[in-house]
Nanobody, 115 residues
Framework: QVQLVESGGGLVQPGGSLRLSCAAS????????MGWYRQSPGKQRELVAT???????IYAESVKGRFTISRDNAKNTVYLQMNSLKPEDAAVYYC?????????WGQGTQVTVSS
C-alpha cells in the first residue's frame, strides 16, 4: 500500500507563487519518477512536470521558466515551486509516483489564481 499526501495548494493572485509538496509513504522501496499533473474543468489531465530518479526533468512548455520541480529522495517527496502564476494555471494539481510495483496518484490539491 502506497499513500501520497499532497499539500501547498490555495488561492494566489496573478504573479504570485506557491509551492506544492507530495510525500509518498508505505510499501515503496524505490521510485522511478515523480511528477505533477493538473486538470481544470472541461479539460484533460495534463503533465506539468516530472523528475526521474536520475534527476532528469521534463516540463510542459506552458510552465517552463516559471515552475521548478525537485525531489528529496530521503523523504520520498517531490516539490513543485510555481512562480509568476497565471489565471490559466488554476487547476487541481495531482502528484504521480511511478515505482516498480505500480503507478500511484495523489488525491489532488486545488490551485486558484485570481485577483
Amino acid at each position: 500500500q502506497v499513500q501520497l499526501v499532497e499539500s501547498g495548494g490555495g488561492l494566489v493572485q496573478p504573479g504570485g507563487s506557491l509551492r506544492l509538496s507530495c510525500a509518498a509513504s508505505g510499501s515503496i522501496f524505490s521510485i522511478y519518477a515523480m511528477g505533477w499533473y493538473r486538470q481544470s474543468p472541461g479539460k484533460q489531465r495534463e503533465l506539468v512536470a516530472t523528475i526521474t530518479s536520475g534527476d532528469i526533468t521534463i516540463y510542459a512548455e506552458s510552465v517552463k521558466g516559471r515552475f521548478t520541480i525537485s525531489r528529496d529522495n530521503a523523504k520520498n517527496t517531490v516539490y513543485l515551486q510555481m512562480n509568476s502564476l497565471k489565471p490559466e494555471d488554476a487547476a487541481v494539481y495531482y502528484c504521480r509516483v511511478v515505482a516498480p510495483k505500480g503507478d500511484y496518484w495523489g488525491q489532488g490539491t486545488q490551485v486558484t489564481v485570481s485577483s
